[in-house]
């Protein structure tokens, strides 16, 4: 079992993609975690009950204000499920689920690791998403 961990996210990746990266690196299969820093542009979902996410584009500069989420597995992968807060030079925020496409200026992770049978994802009928079983 793997301690709680901080750790240094890469400028200019891929946010979600470098969350990703760090768990399967350090072979975490489930866990929560939060991060603060800041992004070059963001790409936000919102799931609607039509079943489907809208996604809406984001561009310029923007501090994470909050980026949380969890570690489980996918298709036996290890997969990431994150949500945003993100605001601009006003404060203004905005959120949602994180999509690719924030690129990182500086990124801070805490890693919490869970002990514990690992949660895995499936379709889940009623919603469309995939969820724990
Ligand atoms: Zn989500």
């Not at 990746?13 to 820093?37: H, P, Y």
């Not at 499920?81 to 605001?87: K, R, T």
């Not at 002990?115 to 895995?120: E, N």
Request: hydrophobic share 40%.
């Amino acid at each position: 079992m793997s301690e709680p961990f901080l750790e240094r996210l890469p400028m200019h990746k891929d946010l979600l993609e470098a969350i990703t990266d760090v768990f399967r690196r350090r072979n975490i299969r489930q866990a929560s975690f939060t991060m603060i820093g800041a992004v070059e542009n963001a790409v936000l979902g919102f799931y609607s009950h039509e079943r489907k996410y809208e996604n809406r584009s984001f561009t310029g500069s923007f501090e994470v204000v909050s980026c949380v989420g969890n570690v489980s597995e996918k298709d036996d992968e290890i997969f990431v499920h994150a949500h945003i807060v993100i605001a601009g030079p006003d404060c203004n925020a905005f959120g949602g689920h994180l999509m690719p496409g924030a690129n990182i200026f500086a990124g801070e992770l805490f890693g919490i690791p869970v002990a514990g049978p690992v949660q895995r994802r499936r379709h889940d009928e009623p919603t469309g998403l995939a969820l724990w079983e």
